[in-house]
Nanobody, 124 residues
Framework: QVQLVESGGGLVQPGGSLRLSCAAS????????MGWFRQAPGKERAFVAA????????YYADSVKGRFTISRDNDKNTVYLQMNSLTPEDTAVYYC?????????????????WGQGTQVTVSS
């Protein structure tokens, strides 16, 4: 059984940083996309970032390029999202997600496995 468990959310001031972690168990995602989505109140779940281990390719939403970095620790089967220069617009519940198949998509509906979510609040 595949499980994705997020951690690292919290309250941070504008301009601050947070690092989210997503520990996967039950399988290793080597050619399949694994990444992060976020959902703000009243909005749809939106793509943030993803990577594919076998190719090293990383994908980012335009709104986070240059501020967020996705990475992976293969030994721990864990994906990280380093978030810098945070703004109140980054406030959301952040979800880790992974696909069963290798094609990359930005649509949340294309992802098969989800974590429980972790709250990130950016406020002074």
């Amino acid at each position: 059984q595949v499980q994705l468990v997020e951690s690292g959310g919290g309250l941070v001031q504008p301009g601050g940083s947070l690092r989210l972690s997503c520990a996967a168990s039950g399988r290793t995602f080597s050619t399949e996309p694994m990444g992060w989505f976020r959902q703000a109140p009243g909005k749809e779940r939106a793509f943030v970032a993803a990577l594919i281990l076998s190719t090293g390719v990383r994908y980012y939403a335009d709104s986070v390029k240059g501020r967020f970095t996705i990475s992976r620790d293969n030994d721990k089967n864990t994906v990280y999202l380093q978030m810098n220069s945070l703004t109140p617009e980054d406030t959301a519940v952040y979800y880790c997600a992974a696909r069963r198949s290798s094609s990359f998509y930005r649509l949340a509906s294309a992802y098969d496995y989800w974590g429980q979510g972790t709250q990130v609040t950016v406020s002074s």
